[in-house]
């Protein structure tokens, strides 16, 4: 995975819908801009004029400024309104184009730590928000409102404006003083923030193991260094930042005493002095502020080029260019002379394993020897690197990698050993995305001596915490089964029961219409199968 050359530029692509808006923004502030320009040039012009002349200013200015106003006021509503839900808006997107591309990205084999995923997609996204929304508008603007102000100095008198037309150049020449320590340290922010968000979601999610192993001092530890890092570089980056607008003020100070010297060296009237030192802070004053902005352009980078690769994840399983129909009938499931690893180490290699449609077929071995694997396999969390996994019929065989990927889920029903609840009520977790109704799930939970436990409004908690391993394992089942899947493949259902409950999943099982691929190490589990498969160690690895 890597990041695209412009990340800012890139990222508009996931932006398209929102470019109108935008541009709306841009016009907004433009306007707005130019509008406080001339305000504050009319009000000085108005103040030289009563100080030197000791005249009351032109009757006409007063309703010019009253209209300058309530239309500088309206274009500030007018902006903060637009790029307010532009924010919004932005953020929304790319949140939801990071989660739509996580779905598919990252059930990945390695099983990466998902705080900084959520470091991206929550920090980085609302820096990013804040770039589209607010930091180009006002980048822009400023380069208008410049352009407009020193044309009209050139106008008024050629001195004051080369003056201003030195400060504008020495404040964009600050823009790449301290780049490259500017570009590490928004880098080294961005990572160390990324760290710390992987430590806290890690001892956030262990807490308990935490409080049992007495961790605190330690789990402390790590995250204070790892918040001091985050915090040492944000803070230099800080000192920077503040020498560099220190540095800027003062250009903008100093073009102000430039063209008041210049305005009385020259043949400037008195009166107009106030206005034409107004009119050099109004076009320079902006431009300090957006290379302000521009010099935090690095860490916005930064972001960007974390969320563009996080966009740029390859899905851990291609779609099928050209979906073939799922066969007709019962279906059954074949793995033929499948090889599979994690990383170099082959864990399966020439596996043939078949159920026929509507057998109920048991898979024991060994502790690690990828009896996990093969259900991963058989639910297309992933592909195989050797061979093939097909779903059989009458009509014949179809890989799973040639099917629709909403047919393979409606078919193939797959519940893993430490599958996850959402946090929820009891009727959503069983409801949502099926068709199934709560009546429809009433009964499964019945028979699976649930009923009295759950009812439909019960909050399950995070990842189901309020409920037993053995509940939870068998709300898992219930969530499956829910869903008719033709095919269903279990690993370890009755691995966190009781002999009874065991007893009753089992009943509930042999009872299935359906084809069975189960995984358990329970003598109990496997007897009530049609078969059972034992899964041997590939030679290299025995
Ligand atoms: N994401 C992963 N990355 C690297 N190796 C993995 C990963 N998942 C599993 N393995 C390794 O692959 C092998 C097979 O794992 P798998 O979970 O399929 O075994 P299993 O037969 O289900 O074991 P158990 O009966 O203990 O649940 C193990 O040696 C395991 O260490």
Known sequence: MSAPARPLAALVDHLRTERRAITATVVLVCVSLLCLTTISVLLAAAVGHVAVLRQAPPAWLWPLLAGLVLLRALLTWGEMDASHSLAFRVLARLRVALFDRYAVAFPARSRENHGRAAATAMTDTE?????????????????????????????????????????????TATVPMGRHRLDRLGGEVVTATGTLSDHVVDVLGSLR????????????????????????????????HRLLAGSREAIVTLAAVGVLVTAFAGDVAPQHVAALVVLA??????????????????SLRASAARVGTELARPAVVEPAARPAPLPEGPLGLALRDVGFRYADRWVLRGLDLEVAPG?????????????????????????????????????????????????LRAAVGVVE???????????????????????DAVDLLERLDLADALGPDDQLGEAGVRLSGGQQARLRLVRALLRRPR????????????????????????????????????????????????????????
């Open 209 to 240: 193991e935490v409080l049992g192993y007495g961790l605190h001092e330690p789990v402390r530890r790590q995250v204070a260094q790892t918040g001091a890092r985050a915090a040492r570089a944000a803070g230099a980056l800080e000192t920077t």
């Open 127 to 171: 820096r990013l928000e804040f770039f589209y929304a607010h930091t180009v508008a006002q980048l822009l603007a400023a380069v208008v409102n410049a352009a407009l102000g020193l044309t009209v100095l050139v106008l008024l008198d050629a001195g004051v404006a080369a003056v201003v037309a030195v400060a504008l150049t020495a404040v």
């Open 281 to 298: 802070l109004a076009t320079v004053a902006p431009v300090a502020d957006a290379a302000a902005t521009w010099a935090q352009l690095p």
């Open 487 to 542: 095919v269903l493949v279990l690993d370890e259902p009755t691995a966190d029961l009781d002999a009874a409950a065991a007893a009753r999943v089992s009943e509930v099982l042999r009872a299935l219409p359906a084809t069975l691929l189960v995984v358990s190490h329970r003598e109990e589990t496997l007897a009530t199968m049609d078969r059972v498969v034992t899964l041997t160690p590939p030679p290299e690895a025995r």
């Open 359 to 407: 057998e109920h077929v048991g898979l024991r071995g060994p502790s690690g020897v990828g009896k996990s694997t093969v259900v991963a396999l058989a639910g297309r969390l992933w592909d195989p690197d050797l061979g093939t996994v097909e779903l059989t019929g009458a009509g014949g065989a179809v890989p799973l990698t040639a099917l629709d990927e909403a047919d």
């Open 417 to 439: 050993q430490d599958g996850r609840l959402f946090a929820g009520t009891v009727a959503e977790e069983l409801t949502a995305g099926s068709d199934a109704s709560w009546a």
